[in-house]
């Protein structure tokens, strides 16, 4: 039955994805649009720039036959003096991720509030200004150690390195970065798009499996290159991922309960006196539910480890080559991320239980008290039970 489910989980998930490279030409710069968020940007050094008049261009998650790869950052020279990369960026709209391109101008517009690092912190560029048909370097975030370059300067960059290196903009989870007038002029502006030697080095990134971010689980061999498109010297690999980047069933964590539920008893079974009362009748139930679903996703995350170690023991039969291992890879992320984002969904739909009622409010006075030698003696205290709580509306 678990098999049948997922198999059909990844028919939809298929039939989805055949129409979601396509090219979508509503809105200016945007280029495809897919149903997984892209990778944290990973943490790597950038190589020393090979001559001057070089500008750095940082590394991006694309999204190609086998999912999302990493396409390394690199030295690039613009195409025209006086012109500055934005870098492109994945934002989201209307249930779907879609890519943004990079463009040059002679400013730089807004790149979703990614901080792709040496000299791009999420909103503007840090790394040089032209002056004088020559460009100007900041040593705070080049590498320009290795090349005798003269037109330098320092400026420090708030937030050069960051904790959060999420990579889109928008939807859960992303970025909460809007764009500011400037950038909005920016962006209407006439722009320059990616050089023929940008477009090869992102082509020659296609190529490669170890570059899917399946394989290297968001941590690439080749994070940044000293020249666009050279993937076999001057290379710099990541010195680890971003963030994690779940691939199969056994990367995620085990089920648990949506933030404020009511948990389950862990005292003793006779608690002291002043400790807090068992859980009503409501709570009980609710806990019921809860223990229920999370045992449900549990063996469901087992079955699908199962089914995804046999298509690796499958592989190792067969000696598969690496595009083949990359195809398996971004079907297991599929089928790993579809399941994720359901048992999430499923788990939030539970309902916390109503507060109870006050325990020992009393009932509102209707008239005013009658005068003390009038009032009547006060009857014992019933000790009858709180009336039960109503039952938790079930999903």
Same mark, same amino acid.
């Given at each position: ?14 039939? *989805? ?12 710069? !945007? ?17 020393? !720039? ?37 870098? /492109? ?10 890519? %943004? /391109? ?18 791009? #912190? ?18 705070? @975030? ?5 090349? =005798? ?17 999420? &990579? ?8 909460? @970065? ?35 971010? &399946? ?18 010297? =001057? *290379?710099?690999?990541? &010195? +680890? ?35 807090? $009362?068992?859980? &009503? ?42 595009? $083949? ?6 079907? %297991? +992320? ?7 984002? +359901? ?31 009038? +009032? ?6 019933? =000790? ?7 039952? #938790?509306?079930? #999903?």
């Amino acid at each position: 039955m678990i098999k049948t489910l997922i198999a059909a989980w990844l028919l939809v998930i298929s039939l *989805t994805l055949g129409a979601l490279a396509l090219p979508t030409m509503a809105a200016a710069q !945007i280029e495809f649009s897919v149903t997984i968020a892209p990778p944290p940007v990973p943490v790597y050094e950038q190589p020393a !720039i090979p001559a001057p008049g070089f500008i750095w261009v940082p590394g991006y998650w694309y999204y190609g036959p086998y999912g999302y790869y990493w396409v390394p950052g690199t030295w690039i020279q613009p195409p025209v003096v006086g012109l500055l990369w934005t870098p /492109g960026y994945w934002g989201w709209s209307e249930g779907f991720f879609v890519w %943004h /391109g990079g463009y040059w101008g002679p400013q730089v517009g807004f790149y979703g509030g990614v901080n792709y690092g040496y000299g791009y #912190p999420g909103r503007g560029y840090e790394g040089g200004y032209w002056r004088d048909n020559r460009f100007w370097y900041n040593r705070e @975030v080049n590498n320009i150690t290795q090349v =005798h370059i003269t037109n330098i300067y320092s400026k420090t960059v708030i937030n050069n390195t960051t904790v959060n290196r999420v &990579s889109y903009v928008g939807g859960p989870g992303g970025l909460t @970065v809007q764009p500011t007038a400037e950038e909005q002029r920016v962006a209407h502006e006439r722009h320059t798009p990616a050089t023929q030697v940008q477009l090869q080095h992102r082509e020659t990134a296609a190529t490669r499996p170890d570059l899917v971010a &399946s394989v290297n689980h968001g941590k690439p061999e080749v994070a940044a290159t000293a020249k666009p498109g050279n993937f076999e010297s =001057h *290379t710099v690999a990541a &010195s +680890r991922a971003g963030g994690p980047v779940p691939v199969h069933a056994r990367d995620l964590p085990k089920p648990q309960a949506p933030a404020g539920a009511p948990q389950a008893p862990t005292g003793a079974p006779h608690a002291p006196a002043g400790a807090p $009362k068992p859980p &009503s009748n409501a709570e009980a139930d609710y806990q019921h539910q809860q223990a229920a679903l999370q045992a449900r996703h549990q063996q469901e995350r087992d079955a699908l480890d199962q089914m995804q170690e046999r298509d690796h023991a499958y592989l190792n039969q067969q000696s598969a080559n690496a595009q $083949k291992q990359a195809a398996i890879e971004h079907e %297991h +992320r599929q089928q790993t991320e579809f399941l994720q984002q +359901r048992q999430a969904s499923e788990m939030q739909s539970l309902r916390t239980p109503a507060p109870p009622p006050p325990q020992h409010a009393p009932p509102p006075l209707q008239h005013a008290p009658a005068p003390p030698a009038q +009032r009547a003696p006060t009857p014992p205290a019933q =000790h009858a039970p709180p009336p039960p709580r109503g039952e #938790p509306t079930r #999903p």
